[in-house]
């Protein structure tokens, strides 16, 4: 286990299998955008260069909350090369409605407000006026030129802090929701969500065994390589492009013409390859500022963050507080669940504590159950939606509880769950049924591998847990065109993230006929497809799959109508098999027609063969996961060692094997970054300690093992052409639990909260109270 | 009837406390109108804030989804994701 050539199976079932065979979908063609990644030909959104083009530069605040009192702009005006300067009064003022941006909720004024400070500045590095100049030097001078009169507010950081009766306020307008009735006064505490059924206190009277714990983990950043970046450009006729990295450029075409008052159809956004996004390029930060200062001055504008703008500016997570109460009968059912989560949402309302606290119990039949969520407000940038945005936080919870009660009562970890895991048309406790799903065919998978029954050795743990995410549908567009030579192209509308250019292509040739070859995928700018939701939620192989599926449809169908045509015949008599028409008339003599045949003479058959499918897709599967790892803890430091790491999921049908395991692994690596070193830091001003990879350490490969991976394929979701569900969120959730009981295991006391720096790690087994 | 539920307390507000009801609908529009005529305001929340589980199958913004008269309804906050 665990060197490369073992990391890769699949559970299947034979009723599962199709029939006819697929023949593309299930194969690992080579990905199709690895050649101009690996040789530096794919551009990102800081490659686009135009003439004329000037550099962008933003104002940011340094203090984390103070009143702004003025801003003066005229030295940095005066300024040669200095060509524009734009703050929030550049902006149009707008409403609260809501805006699309993954799961981290958000409010137009907000995005504005987050993109250009109005009123009071929010936390250290908010943004509060941009320039655009000549050159990197000029427009450096320029910001340093603009003089900002600030008052200085009280701040808080933590979340618990902020929810204190006292505590600084950041919105004075922003009254509890969820709550009733409406409380009489403002506070940080956004939001509260109640979920629950039963009665918790018969589960609890009926229990055998109690735990009561809390858990605290850490802000953590998404960590994508590429730092957000764009090109501005504004048009004298008032036609607008933009360029940028996103995980949705319908969305910030959105964005930008709500929070500029512009027309929709006056922005045209084009997507750049994309660095990495994981959730954190669901919004808008530079885009409407660059295209503000492109406007002023009718020049383009490019504004690229530097990381410790990235960090100190752009997402995080939220970092929380848990306090999970569980019971269970002495056989290991659980009786009753009750937990408090405490999420800190940044600067503005819109945690993913929602989610979190859907998520918390979804793996499994607890009928007594009560869960009670806060959004919270505090002076650090808005957090942005993180893959599973919401669940790995609780689960770190709840996975933790979980195994201290297999300890309490002597049952394997694994056993524990499968006891209590949900089945097909078990009710799950936020309120959906579940249809095709498979979390106990994944977790005797774990249980299966050779992995768990590895020996271990001194200072070494094992430890298991399990995740869930929902997965999403939604509105989703793709064409697909036919070549004059019987190849074809698929046009979609989502950017590529994780590999969908290569899952569109496939699912496009299974449908048409065609080897993977003959069919190559790109990804449309605004104006040329329809629309498409975020990259977000798991949902492009789903919905846009789905897409792609029916548009290939309607070209065999297309495709059979022109053959019926050259034959004569009713198109009923066409059948369509490995790319080709076929006459099944037998008195008609009719040779196969292949799709290159008929493409060629397509003008005689009533022009060129395409079609564009847009749908609102329906029913997506939720996926599980459960992960098992072993670590060994180095007792004269704290530092630990993942030895061997293996993660099973439930992943319906797996269009292209290597992306999913990629997924699955990618997943894992940040997981455990999250669980053993990722943290931002604060001073007492409220300024973060370490905004660089230097000081925010994330998992590089050497700090890896290879991560076996398990497909299990047992529950192909039916509401899609060929039973794919959403993989890319599920494998973020379970790690943290999974690492922290592994790492429990090995220094026999219990951890609770993350990161498991070597500091806290080596505090723990000397029994000090201390953390880092 | 479509028997209606919901796991949050969210509707409470507009529900005075209800939890679960029967509504009579053929599909997610008219649910959605049957809602607001009852609740006043609910059917708005619904539609732009959450999702709907029609046994089982998660929808959200789809008003031509079609209830049988024993569906089974779940108001679930709405779901986006990374």
């Not at chain 1, 770190?396 to 201290?404: K, P």
């Not at chain 1, 979609?492 to 590999?499: E, F, Y």
């Not at chain 1, 977000?536 to 065999?556: E, H, I, P």
Request: hydrophobic share 45%; charged share 20%; aromatic share 4%.
């Amino acid at each position: 286990m665990n060197d490369p050539g073992a990391t890769k199976a699949t559970v299947a079932s034979n009723d599962t299998r199709t029939d006819p065979p697929l023949k593309v979908v299930g194969q690992r063609p080579i990905r199709p955008d690895g050649a101009d990644k690996v040789t530096g030909r794919a551009n990102f959104g800081a490659d686009l260069h135009l003439p004329g083009m000037l550099t962008g530069r933003i104002k940011r605040s340094p203090h984390a909350h103070a009143r702004l009192l003025g801003i003066d702009t005229r030295a940095a005006r005066a300024l040669p090369g200095v060509k524009a300067i734009v703050t929030a009064a550049d902006f149009a003022a707008v409403g609260s409605e809501a805006v699309e941006q993954g799961e981290a909720a958000a409010t137009l004024s907000h995005v504005s407000w987050n993109c250009l400070a109005r009123g009071k500045v929010l936390y250290v590095g908010h943004a509060v006026a941009a320039v655009a100049a000549t050159s990197p030097e000029i427009a450096d001078e320029a910001v340093r030129l603009i003089e900002v009169r600030y008052q200085v507010l009280p701040h808080v950081i933590d979340v618990e802090a902020a929810m204190a009766p006292d505590a600084p306020l950041l919105h004075d307008d922003l009254f509890t929701a969820g709550v009733t009735p409406r409380p009489a006064a403002p506070s940080n505490v956004a939001a509260k969500t109640v979920i629950g059924r039963g009665d918790p206190a018969i589960g609890f009277a009926a229990a055998d065994v109690v735990l009561e714990r809390r858990y605290v983990t850490a802000a953590v950043h998404q960590g994508y390589i590429e730092p957000h970046a764009c090109v501005a450009s504004a048009g004298a006729d008032g036609q607008h492009h933009i360029w940028c990295s996103s995980q949705g450029h319908f969305a910030v075409r959105a964005m930008c013409a709500k929070i500029l008052g512009l027309r929709l159809q006056d922005i045209r956004v084009t997507p750049a390859e994309i660095g990495g996004g994981f959730g954190g390029k669901t919004t808008v930060y530079l885009e409407p500022v660059a295209l503000a200062l492109s406007r002023q001055c009718g020049r383009p504008v490019r504004i690229v963050m530097s990381r410790d703008e990235v960090f100190q500016a752009s997402g995080p997570t939220s970092a929380s507080v848990i306090d999970v109460r569980l019971g269970a009968t002495k056989d290991g059912r659980l009786t009753a669940a009750e937990l408090t989560l405490k999420y800190q949402a940044g600067a503005f309302p819109g945690s993913s504590v929602g989610a979190g606290c859907m998520t918390a119990l979804a793996c499994y039949t607890v009928e007594n159950v009560s869960i009670t969520g806060y959004d919270v407000v505090s002076n650090r940038a808005k957090v942005a939606a993180y893959r599973a945005p919401g669940a790995p936080m609780v689960a770190f919870a709840v996975e933790s509880c979980l195994d201290e009660l297999a300890q309490a009562l002597g049952v394997d970890p694994i056993d524990l769950r499968i006891t209590n895991a949900v089945t097909p048309g078990v009710k799950a406790v936020y309120g959906a049924t579940f249809r095709e799903i498979a979390l106990i065919d994944t977790l005797q998978a774990i249980k299966a591998h050779p992995h768990y029954r590895a020996p271990l050795g001194p200072h070494q743990g094992r430890g298991v847990a399990c995740g869930f995410w929902f997965n999403i549908g939604g509105e989703s567009s793709a064409a697909v065109h036919v070549d004059a030579d019987g190849g074809a192209t698929v046009v979609s509308s989502n950017p590529d993230i994780g590999g969908s250019r290569a899952s569109m292509a496939m699912m496009a040739a299974e449908t048409l006929g065609l080897p993977i070859e003959r069919v190559r995928a790109t990804i449309a700018d605004t104006t040329s497809i329809g629309y498409s939701d975020l990259t977000g939620g798991s949902r492009v192989t789903f919905a846009t799959g789905m897409a792609v599926v029916q548009a290939a449809q309607k070209v065999v169908d297309d495709l059979r109508r022109r053959a019926a045509l050259t034959w004569d015949c009713p198109i009923e008599q066409v059948a369509w098999r490995d790319a080709a028409a076929v006459c099944t008339d037998p008195a008609k003599d009719a040779k196969p027609l292949s799709i290159g045949e008929l493409a060629g003479r397509a003008a005689r058959t009533g022009g060129p063969i395409s079609a564009e499918v847009s749908l609102n897709a329906q029913g997506a599967g939720p996926g599980f996961g459960v992960h098992v790892c072993d670590v060994e803890v180095d007792p004269e430091t704290g530092r630990t060692t993942v030895l061997r790491y293996t993660a099973a999921q439930d992943v319906g049908r797996a269009i292209h094997p290597s992306y999913v395991e990629g997924q699955v692994q990618g997943g894992v690596a940040q997981g455990i970054g999250w669980a053993l070193n990722e943290a931002y830091l604060y001073d007492a001003a409220g300024a973060l300690q370490n905004p660089g990879f230097l000081d925010y350490r994330v998992p590089v490969a050497s700090d890896l093992p290879m991560i076996d991976t398990i497909l299990v394929e047992t529950a192909p979701n039916k509401r899609h052409p060929y039973g794919a569900k959403g993989v890319g969120e599920v494998p973020i959730v379970p790690p943290l639990a999974a690492v922290a009981n592994a790492v429990s295991h090995a220094i026999g006391v219990r951890l609770t909260e993350l990161p498991l720096s070597p500091p806290r790690v080596l505090a723990a087994i000397e029994g000090r109270s201390d953390s880092a | 009837m479509a028997h209606v539920a919901c796991a949050s307390h969210e509707i409470r507000a507009f529900t005075g406390g209800l939890d679960g009801f029967d509504v009579p609908a053929a599909d997610v529009r008219g649910l959605l109108a049957e809602l607001e005529r009852r609740f006043p305001g609910l059917g708005a929340h619904v539609e732009q804030r959450m999702a709907i589980a029609i046994d089982g199958e998660i929808h959200q913004d789809a008003l031509a989804a079609l209830l049988a008269p024993d569906s089974e309804v779940v108001l679930i906050p709405r779901i986006a994701g990374g």
